[in-house]
């Protein structure tokens, strides 16, 4: 990747920002739709509160958005985690029984909710960090048996949530407006702002960044790996918790068996666009978070064009593929080879054998 | 070397599972130990055992694959709406689908080897596409009313009272052609080298291009023969079919005892994996507990079995 990433720099005199392309894909979007739905930029103002497409893009992104920022820092210690569809699924069930079968309240609700997306975070971190399993594999495990959880712990089927309990707390969070914008754009933006403050104003970022590039030698360096790679599972078992509530308190129901139902995809391709590579080392939580934007964007296009939501997975999963092969070094060859002249080619090939 | 030593460890313990968890049912529940349930344990699961062969296979060359739910499910629909609105007949519609699913799996392997990017990316993107065409087909659940599924739905073997159905027959038909393939076959070797260390085979000059495409081409194969057997047991197609099969698929095939790190395992295994999943899921039937306590009960199976795994495994 940094190798790569040189070369450009030498060639072009220009590196890109890794949220460059994420960015292009969405202005890309955006002036496709400025084209063909004029609409889709007007935005109203009633009771003091915005309505519009592009409000609408950012609401019912923020949940795709919270999802990637917990993934983006598991991406960037080399892992993945798998599992966050269903703890988005196991969270809401927690919360919903909680508040409907005892008289605790929505705080005590919430935290329980958050509290099993902690320990399901800390399982998978646990795994992966301790017994060495690999991420894919270890979170596959809650990935399976996580929908069975939220099952159980639902009794079988969708919990509704009454108005009356809903309201006022969970239905503000889910539906509710703080300064004309919907509040899960808040929790959203809150979460972004304090991740990157925490990340790149302390040393986190750079132990996280560390422990992908290079484990071993990280460990060498005094970095306690195991610690730090818990942590960030942890971490992304609390965001796909938020993710939950926000979820349930949206719709009001929790759905065992769908709430978050591939979601993991969704927040991986955001991660992936947004710059960060799965190998781990180097990460852009600002790309992950236009990545989920870009990805919500589509599926607000697709659904404005009348394309039925069951069948939107079909371009999505196109752009997926597009996006991957964009990035994999063979077509990364071929462009150097149709853009970059001879020379690179050679001087390119020599560095390679050289490395290895 | 003494026949102990030989046999794997994890395939002893996957047979004293399947052992305990079975001989304790029966003792527990009346009726438990007949060829009935033990017919029902295969015709319900035929689909799945079918699909846990191909993945058998990938997992063995070092890959996975995420899709095969998806393709499942559209081959169902795509069957279903063939045959019951075009008015295609079974024996044509079936080898179209088979084709279709092979020609997806090759189309994947091949985009997983030569763009060298990551199996599971490339087929959870194609479980999006799969299910998304599924939907593309019809949106909703299409019956099926055919002679040839009538007639086919009456070829079985008697087995004791009970009788083994044709989509069970064609499951443990395929299960000894692709232990024979894997076992004694030059491609079986490629597949269990290319899964042990890729860049040795590489380096050994095995078609480790044709191998890997030509396993995923297979799991395609397989995917689109459940879906048909899923046909055959249901009557109908959906598109919203095996939506999360892919991880059962899994599960089976890691507790038979192949290592998800690829090059060790076996298609006998695999049915003894089979056996414990249908077991596990009679046995939720039998108590009357909910489907949550399964899948439960196989997420945790799975879970000692690639701690058990990761201590066997040296590093």
Known sequence: MTKAESQQKTRFGWQPPPAFYALLGLAGLLLVNWFFIPSFFEIQVRDGNFYGSLIDVCNRGSIGVVLAIGMTLVVATGGVDLSVGSVVAICGAVVAIVLTTTQMGIVVAIAAGLLA??????ANG??????KIEPIIATLVLMVSGRGIAKYIAGEQTVAVPAELARPTLDFIGNGHFLGLPFPITIATALFVVTLLFVRRTSIGLLVESVGANPSASRACGINDRVVKLSVYVFAGFCAGLAGIIDLANIGIADPTNAGALSELDAIFAVLVGGTALTGGRFSLTGAVIGALLLQTLMTTLYTWGVPSDVAPVPKAVV???????QSPAVRGWFKRIFGGHRSIQTGSVKKAVSS | MSLIARLNVTLLTTAAVLVVLFGSASLWFENFFSPFVISDLFSENAF???????????ILSGGIDLSVGAVIGFTTIFVATLIAEHDVSPWLAWPIALGVGTAYGAAMGAIIHFFKLPAFLVTLAGLFFARGMAFCVTQQSVQIRNETYEMVSEI??????????????????????IAWVANFSPLGRNVFAIGGDEESAVLMGLPVASTKVAVYAFNGFCSALAGIAMTLYMDSGNPINAIGLELDVIAVVVIGGTLLSGGVGSFSGTLLGFLIYGTIYQITYFANLGSSIATIAIGALLLAFILLQQLLTPR
Not at chain 2, 48 to 58: C, Q, R
């Open chain 2, 48 to 58: 799945l055992g079918i699909s846990a062969l191909g993945m058998t296979l990938v």
């Open chain 1, 126 to 131: 646990v795994l992966v960090a301790w017994l």
């Open chain 2, 156 to 177: 079985t073997i008697p087995f004791g009272e009970a009788e083994i159905g044709f989509t069970s027959i064609v499951f443990l038909v395929l299960l000894a052609a």
């Open chain 1, 320 to 326: 997926i593929l597009l996006v991957c092969l964009l």
């Open chain 1, 117 to 122: 997306a902690f320990i399901a975070g800390a």
